[in-house]
């Protein structure tokens, strides 16, 4: 049975895998014929375990949607709900040994709530953004130390007045160039796109003493994508991302923005009927190309995997089927050319995947999600050693994961 499908012709995962082998030189013949899947391995025989259940205790947090990130050892998270400071989220620590501390929760006067993003450690110092909350209820940014001392950098605009030039919702987290913080709102701005009227996010960049600048409003030029939630990507100084919709076909896009903000849309999904739409994910730099996830489009609206060249070219573009995993909203992971993935629906229960693509074309589902707390991954993969590490959204309270291939 075919996993994917091209813009042109069904082949199996397998197949689908020689082609993102391709990624430095020429890309290898299509096979049309599907090769076969690898069939579903036990839990036991994949590696799979369960490492913690949110929601254990009252201070404890819930339902995680953001990347887990490796620091010396230890994996940092954050929830979008639970903990002490009224269910407004948290910002937590486990160790491969499965011990859990909640280093701070979200919830007091003035601070922000409702994280959604991955963390970014500089130095020591953690930094991320809440979608809401903070002064004006429209998120913030805020930096927090190891013992858990944390301090709002800046509260972003409200959302129900005018004008909202600085942006609001940051759905995504930050990353570091040379000393100064970039991310995006998902909304605001001083202009707008994709023919609704909505102010529809911004670019900026915020310095670690929180001097905050708007680099860029999406909308101001013909084709503009919209909507973006997620992180940005650094490529020899030119960051790369992704807006959810807009665009010349109204499904999203992958962008390029310098540090002085100038912007240009590099590729609009929906280009064939087949195309990718509203990626969700950010991107990885892989040899040049730059892959991601599209929560919709493909061949039967599932999603997709793709992969665009920095001058605009879609090198490739694969659908995932639902038997296999639908919906993949998280980044992808490359460890030493092998590209894991997960999808937050489909598989055996239609409650999310674990899969991968090695470069020789190998292609496996990892683990298919089957419980009420292990299920509707949302993020991407940590790597520490040769285990993978991730959490799921879950219907319940959520969890963290691990899978050794």
């Known amino acids: 049975m075919s996993i994917f499908t091209t813009n042109r012709y069904a082949v199996s995962l397998g197949a689908a895998a020689a082609l993102l082998a391709g990624c430095g030189g020429s890309q290898p013949p299509l096979n049309a014929s599907p090769q076969g899947l690898t069939s579903q391995q036990s839990e036991e025989a994949m590696g799979f375990k369960r490492v913690h259940n949110f929601g254990r205790s009252a201070e404890d947090g819930k339902q995680p949607e953001a990347d887990l990130i490796d620091v010396n050892g230890t994996l940092y998270g954050t929830t979008v709900n639970g903990g002490s400071g009224g269910g407004y989220g948290t910002v937590f620590s486990i160790t491969p040994s499965r011990k859990e501390t909640v280093l701070h929760s979200f919830g007091g ?35 927090l130390s190891l013992d858990g001392t944390e301090k709002i950098l800046h509260s972003f605009d409200d959302p129900s007045s005018s004008p909202q030039s600085g942006g609001f919702t940051p759905e995504a987290g930050l990353i570091d160039v040379q000393g100064t913080l970039y991310g995006t709102t998902s909304q605001g701005g001083d202009s707008a796109c994709g023919g609704g009227g909505y102010h529809c996010g911004t670019v900026f960049s915020i310095t670690p003493d929180g001097r905050f600048k708007v680099l860029y409003t999406f909308g101001k030029q013909s084709g503009d994508g919209g909507f973006p939630q997620a992180p940005l990507l650094d490529v020899d100084g030119t960051l790369y991302g992704t807006t959810t919709s807009a665009g010349i076909h109204n499904h999203g896009t992958v962008f390029s923005i310098t540090t002085a903000g100038k912007e240009h849309t590099v590729y609009s999904f929906g280009t064939s009927g087949n195309d990718g739409s509203n990626p969700m994910s950010g ?65 055996t229960h239609n409650l999310g995947t674990v899969f991968r693509i090695t470069k020789g074309g190998k292609a496996t589902v990892l683990h298919s999600f089957s419980d009420n707390n292990h299920t509707l991954p949302r993020a991407g993969l940590a790597a520490i050693g040769g285990t993978l590490y991730g959490t799921t959204f879950g219907i319940q309270n959520g969890s963290v994961f691990s899978i050794t291939p």
């Open 109 to 143: 006067p003035g601070d922000g709530t409702n994280p959604t993003s991955r963390l970014l450690d500089v130095n020591g110092t953690f930094y991320g953004t809440t979608s809401q909350g903070g002064k004006n209820g429209g998120g913030t940014v805020f930096s």
């Open 283 to 347: 991107l990885i730099d892989v040899q040049g190309r730059l892959y991601g996830t599209t929560m919709n489009g493909g061949s039967g609206d599932y999603g997709t995997v793709f992969a665009v060249t920095t001058d605009g070219v879609e090198a490739v573009s694969i659908s995932l089927n639902a038997t296999y995993g639908s919906q993949p909203v998280a980044d992808l992971k490359n460890v030493k050319g092998v590209l894991y993935g997960t999808a937050m629906n489909g598989g």
